[in-house]
């Protein structure tokens, strides 16, 4: 832990505590719209949104990593506007919007997981582990299930055969109706992340069945990542102290506290 924090530094570290707190309030939140989301198809594309909008104002803004800062904007900014534009030509030539399905795959899988690799970069690097810092590597986690949604998904629509008909949402072509069925793959996606069985794909398709072990092992790699995390933050805590602490390190206590 820095002996001596400036009170710029401070201040950020505030700020990207917040951004913690509100990226794992929108994920939730999120997440407890889905069943919504069947209903009002629009609310998935404005969730994803809002996610991305979180992602870049609230925690790439504050991080303490510089060289691709820039590199999550542009893709949070592109990943936005593609998902207007697939918004659109959804509603009037689904057919093409199935086409783009795939490119809409791989700007969000690519923003999202540059922003991974950030965040547990900044989650390593953090001058100390409290609550919010934790609430952090909670997101990150659920992060990662909302990705793997977006991959279960484009194999929906290329692939509704693929999965198991009690993943498949009731009533709902997956073709047609692209918005609705998206609910139905963040479950799918978090059964996936969670537990170690593949039941949400047929065992004929090796491909839909790698996208879901792909879900799997990310998960199991993160949680591995935040336990070595935790457990080096712990032994640094075990280390001796100086005996007269440093007015910054009294602060850092306070926020530690906060």
């Known amino acids: 832990m820095p002996q001596t924090l400036t009170p710029e530094h401070l201040q950020c ?74 918004l659109a030509t959804l509603a009037r030539t689904p057919e093409l919007a199935k086409h783009l399905s ?52 484009s194999l929906l629509i290329w692939q509704p055969l693929a999965f198991n008909s009690n993943y498949l949402p009731a009533r709902i072509n997956p073709i047609t109706e692209q918005l609705r069925a998206f609910p139905s793959m963040v479950t799918a996606s ?21 996208g879901t072990l792909t879900i799997t092992i990310l998960g199991q790699l993160y949680v591995a990542v935040l336990i070595g995390l935790v457990l080096s933050r712990f032994q640094n805590r075990l280390e001796p102290q100086a005996s007269r602490p440093t007015s910054s390190d009294a602060q850092i206590q306070r926020i530690e506290r906060g």
């Not at 990226?23 to 407890?32: F, N, R």
């Not at 790439?60 to 510089?66: A, E, K």
């Not at 969670?194 to 398709?205: D, H, P, R």
């Open 102 to 153: 795939i490119p809409h795959l791989m700007i969000w899988s690519v923003f999202i997981s540059l922003f991974l690799m950030r965040q547990v970069r900044a989650l390593m690097i953090e001058p100390f582990v409290n609550l919010k810092v934790l609430m952090g590597a909670t997101s990150g986690y659920l992060l990662i299930g909302y990705l793997g949604a977006f991959l279960l998904h």
């Open 190 to 210: 978090f059964e996936a992340l969670t537990t170690i069985s593949n039941s949400v794909c047929s065992s004929g398709y090796i491909l839909a069945r790698i």
């Open 13 to 86: 570290i505030h700020k990207r505590h917040r951004g913690y707190v509100y990226l794992l309030a929108v994920i939730s939140v999120v997440l407890l719209l889905q069943p919504l989301a069947v209903d009002w198809p629009l609310l998935t594309s404005s969730n994803s949104i809002a996610v991305a909008s979180v992602m870049m104002v609230c925690l790439t803004r504050y991080s303490p990593l510089r060289s691709t800062k820039y590199w999550v904007y542009g893709l949070g900014v592109s990943a936005i506007s593609f998902e207007v534009i697939w």
